[in-house]
Structure formats: C-alpha cells, structure tokens
C-alpha cells in the first residue's frame, strides 16, 4: 500500500529562523520525486520533518494514517557513524525493525531477507564484512539493501548519490525506478539536475520556500532555477517577526 | 617465591583481599562493556566528567553516615543523574554542546563535594572519598557493587539493539519510531551506577578508569562490538586482579595499581595491538586477495 504525504502551512526553523517557509502541497501516492534547490534551501530540513525526526514550528506534515513504521528514511551519509565496528549482515538487519522492533529476536527468514537484499544490490558475499571496510558506494549499498529490508511503502532518501561513483548510482537509480513501479512513494533530495530530469517524473523546486512543484519537465526551467538560485543565503539579520504566523497567533 | 604465594596465597590468607577480588570482578563485569558503549557514542570524557560529579552526593552521604558505600552510593547516585538531567537540559535547550555543560556541572560539583568534606570531614577522610578503600570494602558494599553490576548486564540485554543504533544511526532510529532519548538517558543511567560502584574502590577521581582504559584497550584489537566488550571485561577484572597483588607485595595503594596496571595494558596494546604503533611503522606483507 502506498500513501500520500500532505504539507500544511508548513514551517520550519533553525534558531527562530525559517529553513522551510509555510510550504503547501502533496506528494502523491506512488509518484517519484526530486527535492532540488541551492544549499541552504531547506532540502535536508523538510524531509527530516516528513521522515517525522524534525518538529515543524508552524503547520504539519499530514502522513494519510500512515504509521511511522511504513516510512523507510535513508539519511546522508555523515549522519551516519562509519567507523561503528558493525558486520554488513548486522547493518541490513536493522532494516527489519518494522517486525522485530527493539526486543523481539531476529529469525532466520529475517536472515535470508537480509541475505536476498545483499543480493540485490551487489553485495552477496559481504554478510561478515565490517562496514569501516567498505568504500562509500558499498555502503550506500549496504543502506540501500536496508531500505529493501524495511519493504517501506513511503522511500526517503537525503542526497543518496553523493561521493558515489557512477555505477554505483547506476545501480541505485534502477532500484528506485523499481520501487516507483511497485507503487511506492519514492522522494529524494538531489543535486544533479540532469539527474532529476532523467530518471525524475516529479520535483519539487525549494529555496526556503516552494519556489515551484510539478512535472519535473515543466519546473526545471531556466526561469525557476534562476529565482531558485537569487535566494539569499544569509540571514536578514533585521528580520521581523513572521505576518503570516502572528496572524495565526491572533 | 612460587607462584601460589604470589598470585593465590594472599587471597587465601586474608578476607579483605577476597572480598576486594570480588568488588574489582564485579565491577569489571558491569564497567566493561558500559565503557566500550561510552567510547563508542564519543563520551570518553563525559564519563570522566560524571565520575566527578557524584562527588557532593557522596559527601552529603558521607555527612550522614561516614564511610558507608550504601549511604555515599546513593547520594552520588542523585547526584550524578541530577548533573546528567541538567547537562541534558541545557544541551538541548540552549546552544551549549553536551561536553561543555557536563565540564560546567562537574568542575562545580567537584568544588562543591570537597568544600563539603573538608568543611566537616579530616583529610584522610577526604582521600577516601577521592582515591577510594578498596582493601576496607565490607560484605554489604560487595552486594551493591555484585547488584549494581547485575542490573547493567540484564538492562543491556533488554535495550542493546536500540542502544546500538541510536549510537550507529540516530536518524534511523528516530525514523522507525524508536525512542533515542529514552534509551540515552538509561544509558546514562547506567555509566552513573557502575561509576558509583567504582568510587569505593577506586574513588571518584580514578573511577572511570576501570570503564574507559580497558574499553580503549579493547579497541586496539577487536574489530566486532562483541569482541570489543569481551576484551573490555577481561582487562578490567585482570587489571583488577593484577592490580591487588601488585598493591599487596609492594605494599602501595590499591586504586592507582588498578588503574595503573589497566593503563600498563593500554601502553602494550598502543604498541603492538592490532591498530598500535608497531603495525603501522612495520606493515605485514599485503594478501593477493
């Protein structure tokens, strides 16, 4: 089953700040879509608040009754401790949580599946393996391998290709186009415009606020990049106090 | 001398060494695997902060009751998890990171604890409290230190996946629904109470030497977290051991020979662990494979 992820009003802040400025719209169920825009657009930001990790200080993220549990989240790669003296086998296994959950004992259907995922993203072989020994595209394998394990119906994945080599992101690329065609609600942060246009159906155009959503054919165009890339990175250090959120406030 | 008088004899022949054997195994059980999840979530010296921190909880028991753990031990007890709350709190609620506010907590709960000794106590009193009586430890202190080390191991059983990966992945975690914080402040709650255990023996400076130096061994040579913490309790109860009869035969303090013969092993593996010196400078022949 897949679902629809709903943005109300939605803001998010750093330090009072907006990173995501009362953003509206609906990533609809099933559909495959790029999060793109210039750094410090809020990229990150919003798909932490829809993975449900950030608290929205304005607005919510509607998930259409879906349970947390169905949502599988791939943040970036710094987020994540490499140096962790883990086994490959023990990292994809993670991604079973849905049915373990924090006390529940691993099977050994959980292994197989652990085994199948592996395999799929190229990696048979590498169960024993420390994940301090693999390069940055095994690894992003090995996460990748954990999202199959999750069998999650709503994908997010934060900047998935970045240092990663090209057949690496070959690879990845066909498995999100898998995962688009099996009806999941795939959504990603990138930075590769052709990229997006190549492999992207839907984007989703970001500079703090919603600079423009839709086909990605129609929004990748010079003029919204343009407006994209105008926006101001620093802050306005005489900001006032939002209008929109102390009419609320009233 | 034969090796039965070296290593056995002395605690054969007197119940303080027996009873001081077992508080150090004890508490090598429980210190070992809490230090390799310590250094593990970068904490190395947060813990070395707390074991400061239990310093005025200890004092405001030893006020009440002198020199008795149950009564010290539960005083560094609030203590510790009193700083532990607060470093929390003002970590998450203002833009000081977790270390700097620990460090803020403890240098005031260390000032503190020894104004409260020394205001109402001797000094040798004082170096109890601050360099530990392991040789003095009764039949009631072992059951705390036996009981505390039981408790860490059965809660680490029960929250070791979750532990594991708020450490490894904390965004995953909170993703899939699990409670990161909840488990964090178990886990703090633990490093308080082995801490506690170990001020007894080796007082509230040297305490954490029995949870980090053998977990920093460890890292040297293992490279699976079971390994790890397996390594990690074999150094502390060792240097446990090793530690009292040195003390005993050289007729010098038990706490720095625990701690020193801990850091004996962590000077060895520096050298010739698996990641130490000597691999480094003098690499093996590569495989072909």
Redesign the interface.
């Known amino acids: 089953m897949s679902a629809a992820i709903d943005l109300h009003d939605l803001t998010l802040t750093y330090e009072r700040r907006p990173a995501v400025h009362h953003a509206n719209g609906r990533f609809a169920a099933g559909s495959l879509t790029a999060i793109v825009g210039p750094n410090g657009a809020g990229k990150s930001t919003l798909i932490?608040a829809i993975?449900?990790?950030l608290k929205p200080a304005v607005g919510r993220v509607e998930r259409n009754q879906l349970?947390?549990?169905h949502?599988?989240?791939l943040?970036q790669a710094a987020?994540?401790?490499r140096s962790?003296?883990?086994?490959v086998a023990d990292?994809v296994m993670?991604g079973a949580?849905?049915s373990i959950g924090?006390?529940r004992g691993a099977t050994r259907k959980h292994a197989q599946q652990a085994q199948e995922a592996l395999g799929a993203v190229g990696l048979a072989g590498f169960e024993q393996r420390?994940i301090s020994s693999l390069s940055s595209g095994q690894f992003q394998r090995v996460l990748f391998a954990r999202l199959l394990l999750?069998d999650a119906s709503v994908i997010?994945l934060d900047e998935p290709f970045t240092a990663i080599d090209a057949r690496t992101t070959r690879d990845l690329l066909q498995l999100i186009n898998a995962w688009h065609d099996q009806g999941r609600t795939v959504i990603a942060v990138l930075h590769d415009i052709e990229q997006v246009r190549q492999h992207f159906p839907s984007t989703l155009l970001l500079a703090r606020e919603i600079i423009a959503w839709g086909d990605t054919a129609d929004i990748l165009n010079d003029d919204n990049l343009r407006r994209a890339k105008n926006m101001a990175e620093h802050w306005n250090p005489d900001a006032q106090p939002c209008d929109a959120d102390a009419e609320q406030t009233l | 001398m034969t090796l039965y008088s070296l290593l056995i004899q002395p605690f054969v022949d007197f119940g303080f060494m027996r009873r001081a054997l077992v508080a150090c195994l004890a508490l090598g059980i429980g210190s070992g695997p809490v230090g390799v999840l310590l250094m593990?979530r970068r904490m190395s010296l947060v813990g070395d902060a707390m074991s400061h921190a239990v310093l005025p909880g200890a004092a405001v028991g030893f006020l009440f009751a002198g020199l008795s753990l149950p009564a010290m031990g539960f005083g560094g007890l609030i203590a510790g998890l009193a700083v532990a709350l607060l470093s929390g709190l003002v970590s998450r609620y203002t833009t000081l990171r977790e270390d700097a506010s620990f460090a803020s907590f403890y240098l005031t709960s260390l000032a503190a604890g020894v104004l409260i000794v020394s205001l109402h106590g001797s000094n040798v009193d004082l170096l109890h409290v601050l360099f530990g009586t392991i040789l003095a430890i009764d039949d009631q202190a072992i059951f705390m230190v036996g009981g505390i080390a039981s408790f860490t191991l059965i809660l680490l059983a029960?929250?070791y996946?979750?532990l594991?990966?708020e450490?490894?992945?904390?965004?995953?975690l909170?993703?899939?629904?699990?409670r990161g914080s909840l488990y964090h402040v178990l886990f703090l709650l633990l490093v308080v109470l082995n801490l506690v255990a170990g001020f007894q023996a080796l007082g509230t400076l040297m305490a954490v030497g029995m949870m980090m130096l053998p977990a920093t061994v460890a890292r040297f040579w293992?490279?699976?977290?079971t390994?790890?913490i397996v390594i990690s309790t074999a150094v502390a109860t060792l240097s446990g051991f090793i530690g009292l009869i040195v003390s005993y035969h050289a007729s010098v303090a038990s706490g720095p020979a625990i701690v020193l013969t801990a850091s004996a092993f962590y000077g060895f593996s520096l050298f010739f662990g698996r990641s130490g010196f000597v691999r480094r400078l003098f690499p093996r022949v590569h495989l072909s494979g």
């Open positions: 932490k993975a449900g990790t349970a947390t549990r949502i599988g989240y943040p987020e994540i401790d962790f003296p883990l086994s990292t993670m949580w849905r924090a006390f420390s999750q997010l | 593990l029960l929250i996946r979750p594991i990966l450490c490894f992945d904390p965004g995953f909170r993703a899939v629904g699990g293992a490279r699976s977290l390994g790890m």
